[in-house]
């Protein structure tokens, strides 16, 4: 019951997000696609605050918008804290993304992404009894490809300032001393110029 919690909560909320996002449409710009008062570009640069703060990795994204509707991103996580990747296989990874909006608003509110990750780290750690006696079979490196989905929501201000939270599930397709299932959890703090 405590691991529906916290998708029923995101989907709440990018719902929220939403329903906001759509009261705020006016005026658009034929060439930009932008709100009259909206004056940023199709860029922007962020960072996963909740993976730097709970898991002490450096997650960074860069995002470009196709058109009012899509956009693509490329994201990098890099993991510095060795106390947690103990319990956390992935070291490095190197993410591709499209997302598709469903707001009225330029590239904002409730969305669908499908990704593909290429990850590197350890796995495969195991106990096991010969005997009485505990035996630790060492954990091996494996470099893996996973395509997986998910959903989330973004908030822009009209600043530029921008958050963004998502999830996706994901499977790893072709070694078999990776974890079967990958994840993502995204807090996405940072700015559209």
């Given at each position: 019951?405590?691991?529906?919690?916290?998708?029923?909560?995101?989907?709440?909320?990018?719902?929220?997000?939403?329903?906001?996002?759509?009261?705020?449409?006016?005026?658009?710009?034929?060439?930009?696609?932008?709100?009259?008062?909206?004056?940023?570009?199709?860029?922007?640069?962020s960072?996963?605050?909740?993976?730097?703060?709970?898991?002490?990795?450096?997650?960074?994204?860069?995002?470009?918008?196709?058109?009012?509707?899509?956009?693509?991103?490329?994201?990098?996580?890099?993991?510095?804290?060795?106390?947690?990747?103990?319990?956390?296989?992935?070291?490095?990874?190197?993410?591709?993304?499209?997302?598709?909006?469903?707001?009225?608003?330029?590239?904002?509110?409730?969305?669908?992404?499908a990704?593909?990750?290429?990850?590197?780290?350890?796995?495969?750690?195991?106990?096991?009894?010969?005997?009485?006696?505990?035996?630790?079979?060492?954990?091996?490196?494996?470099?893996?490809?996973?395509?997986?989905?998910?959903i989330?929501?973004?908030?822009?201000?009209?600043?530029?300032?921008?958050?963004?939270?998502?999830?996706?599930?994901?499977?790893?397709?072709?070694?078999?001393?990776?974890?079967?299932?990958?994840?993502?959890?995204?807090?996405?703090?940072?700015?559209?110029?």
């Amino acid at each position: 019951m405590k691991r529906l919690l916290l998708p029923v909560l995101l989907l709440l909320f990018c719902l929220n997000v939403q329903a906001q996002q759509e009261d705020e449409d006016g005026e658009r710009n034929n060439e930009t696609g932008f709100l009259k008062d909206e004056n940023f570009g199709k860029n922007e640069l962020s960072i996963n605050a909740l993976s730097l703060i709970a898991v002490g990795a450096l997650d960074i994204s860069y995002e470009r918008y196709i058109n009012e509707d899509s956009s693509w991103s490329t994201e990098f996580w890099v993991q510095f804290n060795e106390e947690i990747a103990d319990e956390f296989y992935r070291d490095i990874a190197l993410t591709g993304k499209y997302k598709h909006f469903f707001s009225s608003n330029y590239a904002r509110g409730f969305y669908v992404h499908a990704f593909g990750m290429i990850s590197n780290g350890d796995y495969g750690e195991e106990f096991y009894y010969v005997g009485d006696e505990l035996v630790e079979q060492e954990e091996m490196r494996f470099t893996d490809f996973a395509l997986g989905f998910g959903i989330g929501g973004k908030l822009i201000s009209s600043g530029g300032f921008k958050a963004d939270f998502s999830g996706g599930i994901g499977r790893n397709l072709f070694n078999s001393n990776s974890p079967t299932i990958v994840g993502q959890i995204m807090v996405n703090l940072g700015y559209r110029f």
